[in-house]
């Protein structure tokens, strides 16, 4: 099955065949449910939306409408099997369809993917030529679908100018002139497309004409709006003077001999936007990256140091958003330290260490990597303690952080890590890494279960976050008072488990547009999984849930919900070692209660091993955002499983001998705080 809405609403079966949607109010219907994108649509939202008096037989209408549309849609079904595309679901219906299925969710995948990865360009050139016309071009009249038409002609829009933009960027470009003509007459408001014409006729070898079109957009703006055109378009006309147009990510200042970056670079703004997530935050990694391969083709060593570590935003997750990028800064701070002189700045290895270890997230790290990111870790925090650098410290030890998953049970070696960052940034007035500290300190309370500390954390965190203009900080405090509602509705007098979905629920909805696909994919059917063991139901099933990264170990106990037992068995036999990230607990329960489950004392007692150091802690709740319940209910299963003789091995965890941090390293007399513990472990 495959919906087309980016025209007149249409559908087509495997085969190619179109598919006879009926009349408008049908097709209407169709529409309202793929602008859901998944989720249910009440009843009463669809009547509302179908008519502006709704008639006395509205719902009866609509009923019948989804009859025709589900005989259209499944010709084949028998009578008594429950619809699989069409589906009703509570009060009301939903579309269940892969996005890949529907062209607009395929667009705005692409979209997405494109903002994140230059490499998808082409991926964004073949879903912009999708486009058919307007968006649900035959739902007229309808409010919703004239402000969804709005949205996607916004987006088109963006997306032309983005693919324009990455084929400048990258060198090509040259053959766009005609399309960002046509593009430019029919929206001469969007200052932007006049630049992006601009460089590709420059790319072209016609200089004058790319003159005469940054004059041309003078002209009109200053005549029809009052305004003189922007910075950019200013620069840009410089540029094309001087003979030289840099990557748009990457513009910097000319000096007539090569690129210099000055003091305001492209990575200040990247630093700034990052704080406001959504689309601000994806552009900030593009054109971070943009400005330090820019700095490293300079050759001035000094100065690609300085800009890879201005970008001090602080990072509070262990899965990175983009791992081929954090891997290209990565190298780039490694090339960069390996050749910097012994004589350079002493702050500089300093932050190019801090930047390798928060750049370098641990669920993305062969074993190897890992241990150089540790070290990175360690070495970046000694020799910031030593220059008695505040701002320095605290961006180190947002690396100590992040590389602080050796092994479950260290929340409480992380809450002291939080607080050392917390006292520093109030002391000294760093306010983006006071609301890391109060973060790194939520997680840690909620992973020991003091929901009360953590609560505290929270408010202080969105309190800090109002005066910062940090969005992102309510969207992660949202998913962690959904972690608390599911932790109560397993207390009697609690909220039910439904309360706990629909927590979880707004909280998925709230993080989907915030730029941060390495924490979203995943999180809603692993929250939802843990919401189903605390009241010991079985996994959810739904086929369209994306488990992400977490696929391998909630496979086995969706296949038992499933009654599949072999099919279960073969997954777990199957299951890799979780990663070192926030989410390692949790994924050691899930392989300990599918092992409980199926007999396989073996890996029981290989999940049992794993979890003895945290068996004081709550599963996934490190992750500040949703919970399995204690960690020692799945620990004495697993134990009780592997047989007796394993559980006369167990035994509380001991204290450990304080590492040294290494050879070589002292510390100054400045910034005498507690220092934290490296990220070791046995």
């Known amino acids: 099955m495959r919906i087309d809405v980016l025209g007149a609403v249409r559908a087509f079966r495997d085969d190619g065949s179109p598919v006879d949607l009926g009349g408008p109010r049908h097709r209407e219907v169709l529409a309202r449910l793929v602008v859901a994108e998944g989720r249910m649509v009440t009843?009463?939202?669809?009547?509302?939306?179908?008519?502006?008096?709704?008639?006395?037989?509205?719902?009866?209408?609509?009923?019948?409408?989804?009859?025709?549309?589900?005989?259209?849609?499944?010709?084949?079904?028998?009578?008594?099997?429950?619809?699989?595309?069409?589906?009703?679901?509570?009060?009301?219906?939903?579309?269940?369809?892969?996005?890949?299925?529907?062209?607009?969710?395929?667009?705005?995948?692409?979209?997405?993917?494109?903002?994140?990865?230059?490499?998808?360009?082409?991926?964004?050139?073949?879903?912009?030529?999708?486009?058919?016309?307007?968006?649900?071009?035959?739902?007229?009249?309808?409010?919703?679908?004239?402000?969804?038409?709005?949205?996607?002609?916004?987006?088109?829009?963006?997306?032309?100018?983005?693919?324009?933009?990455?084929?400048?960027?990258?060198?090509?470009?040259?053959?766009?002139?005609?399309?960002?003509?046509?593009?430019?007459?029919?929206?001469?408001w969007r200052e932007p497309t006049w630049g992006l014409l601009a460089r590709a006729l420059y790319r072209a070898g016609r200089q004058a004409d790319a003159l005469a079109t940054l004059r041309r957009a003078r002209v009109m703006l200053v005549d029809q709006l009052g305004l003189d055109p922007g910075a950019d378009l200013q620069r840009l006309e410089t540029d094309i003077l001087n003979g030289y147009v840099p990557p748009e990510g990457a513009r910097t200042a000319w000096t007539g001999h090569g690129v210099r970056l000055g003091p305001r670079t492209t990575v200040d703004l990247a630093r700034?936007?990052?704080?406001?997530?959504?689309?601000?935050?994806?552009?900030?990694?593009?054109?971070?990256?943009?400005?330090?391969?820019?700095?490293?083709?300079?050759?001035?060593?000094?100065?690609?140091?300085?800009?890879?570590?201005?970008?001090?935003?602080?990072?509070?997750?262990?899965?990175?958003?983009?791992p081929a990028q954090s891997r290209a800064v990565v190298a780039a701070a490694e090339r960069t330290l390996s050749a910097l002189d012994p004589d350079s700045p002493a702050d500089l290895p300093a932050r190019l260490l801090a930047t390798v270890a928060v750049e370098s997230r641990s669920a993305d790290l062969s074993r190897t990597e890992l241990q150089r990111a540790q070290q990175a870790a360690r070495q970046a925090e000694a020799l910031a303690r030593d220059l008695a650098d505040p701002?320095?410290?605290?961006?180190?030890?947002?690396?100590?952080?992040?590389?602080?998953?050796?092994?479950?049970?260290?929340?409480?070696?992380?809450?002291?890590?939080?607080?050392?960052?917390?006292?520093?940034?109030?002391?000294?007035?760093?306010?983006?890494?006071?609301?890391?500290?109060?973060?790194?300190?939520?997680?840690?309370?909620?992973?020991?279960?003091?929901?009360?500390?953590?609560?505290?954390h929270a408010k202080a965190a969105e309190q800090l976050a109002a005066t910062t203009e940090a969005p992102l900080v309510s969207v992660l405090t949202g998913w962690f008072r959904a972690r608390a509602t599911a932790a109560r509705s397993a207390e009697p007098g609690g909220p039910t488990a439904a309360t706990a979905a629909a927590h979880y629920r707004a909280a998925e909805d709230a993080l989907q547009a915030a730029g941060m696909p390495g924490l979203h994919r995943g999180l809603f059917p692993l929250a939802l999984l843990g919401l189903r063991l605390l009241h010991d139901r079985p996994a959810p099933t739904d086929p369209h849930l994306d488990w992400g990264p977490y696929r391998p170990w909630g496979r086995p106990l969706v296949l038992l919900a499933q009654d599949r037992v072999e099919e279960a068995r073969a997954a777990l036999n199957a299951v890799p070692e979780p990663p070192r990230d926030h989410m390692q607990e949790a994924l050691w329960c899930l392989t300990a209660r599918a092992a409980v489950r199926l007999g396989e004392r073996g890996i029981a007692a290989r999940a049992g091993a794993a979890l003895r150091d945290a068996r004081a802690e709550h599963a996934g709740a490190a992750s500040g955002m949703l919970t399995l319940g204690p960690v020692a209910r799945y620990l004495a299963e697993a134990e009780a499983c592997a047989g007796a003789g394993q559980a006369t091995e167990i035994r509380e965890p001991r204290a450990r001998a304080r590492p040294p941090h290494g050879p070589g390293l002292i510390r100054s007399p400045g910034l005498r705080g507690r220092p934290s513990p490296p990220p070791g472990g046995r």
Do not use: M
């Not at 991926?123 to 007229?140: E, M, N, Q």
């Not at 959504?278 to 054109?287: E, I, T």
């Open 391 to 456: 701002a320095l410290l605290a961006f180190a030890l947002n690396g100590v952080f992040l590389q602080s998953f050796t092994r479950p049970g260290l929340a409480a070696v992380r809450d002291r890590i939080g607080a050392e960052i917390l006292d520093l940034a109030t002391r000294h007035e760093l306010p983006n890494f006071a609301v890391l500290g109060r973060l790194v300190r939520l997680q840690s309370a909620s992973a020991l279960g003091d929901l009360n500390a953590a609560t505290s």
């Open 43 to 188: 009843t009463d939202s669809l009547v509302d939306d179908l008519w502006t008096d709704p008639p006395a037989r509205a719902v009866g209408a609509l009923r019948t409408f989804v009859a025709a549309l589900r005989r259209a849609l499944e010709p084949h079904r028998p009578p008594r099997d429950p619809p699989r595309v069409l589906v009703t679901e509570g009060p009301g219906y939903a579309l269940r369809l892969p996005r890949e299925d529907v062209d607009v969710h395929r667009f705005q995948d692409t979209l997405a993917r494109a903002r994140r990865d230059p490499d998808a360009v082409t991926d964004l050139g073949r879903v912009l030529a999708d486009w058919r016309g307007s968006a649900y071009a035959d739902v007229t009249g309808s409010a919703w679908a004239q402000r969804e038409r709005a949205r996607l002609e916004e987006l088109r829009l963006e997306g032309a100018e983005l693919r324009a933009r990455i084929l400048l960027d990258s060198g090509e470009g040259a053959d766009l002139v005609a399309e960002l003509g046509a593009h430019v007459a029919e929206h001469p």
């Open 272 to 322: 700034t936007l990052a704080l406001a997530g959504g689309d601000a935050l994806v552009h900030s990694r593009r054109d971070r990256l943009a400005a330090v391969q820019a700095a490293e083709r300079t050759g001035d060593l000094s100065l690609t140091a300085r800009i890879i570590g201005a970008y001090d935003v602080p990072a509070l997750w262990s899965r990175a958003d983009d």
